[in-house]
């Protein structure tokens, strides 16, 4: 993947193969892909979303894009009566805030009274 577009110039410049970029990155979720693609190597975009705050933006809503389509297929599935474990583990990767499963754990003492806890050495205060 050679050729003159890089992190050198602007943001103009790079604009073909950046919509290229954030196009493929849309509609798969996946940088190397999309590098591909573009016909960039992975560290020239990584280096344009550190150089340019609104190509990173656009590669944020990009994966956002992407994963709304995950979350579209999971409820078609889901309607369908199938399952797939694979598209759950993606999910959680990409929704834990969605998708996270969630635990609490309390610690109490006898007949749910607080908990003492005593250490050798230390009077308890």
Known sequence: ???STSTNGTLTSNRVAMDLFLDRLRNCG???L???AAGVPRRTAYNWRTKWTTF???WDEALEDACDMLEA???RRATDG???RLLMFLLKAHRPDKFKER????HTGA???PLVLRVAGFDNV
């Open 1 to 3: 993947m050679t050729g």
């Open 30 to 32: 996946n940088v190397r």
């Open 34 to 36: 999309s590098c591909k």
């Open 56 to 58: 990173k933006t656009e």
């Open 73 to 75: 297929e999971a409820w």
């Open 82 to 84: 199938q399952s797939d």
């Open 103 to 106: 635990a609490a754990l309390e």
């Open 111 to 113: 007949d749910g009274e």
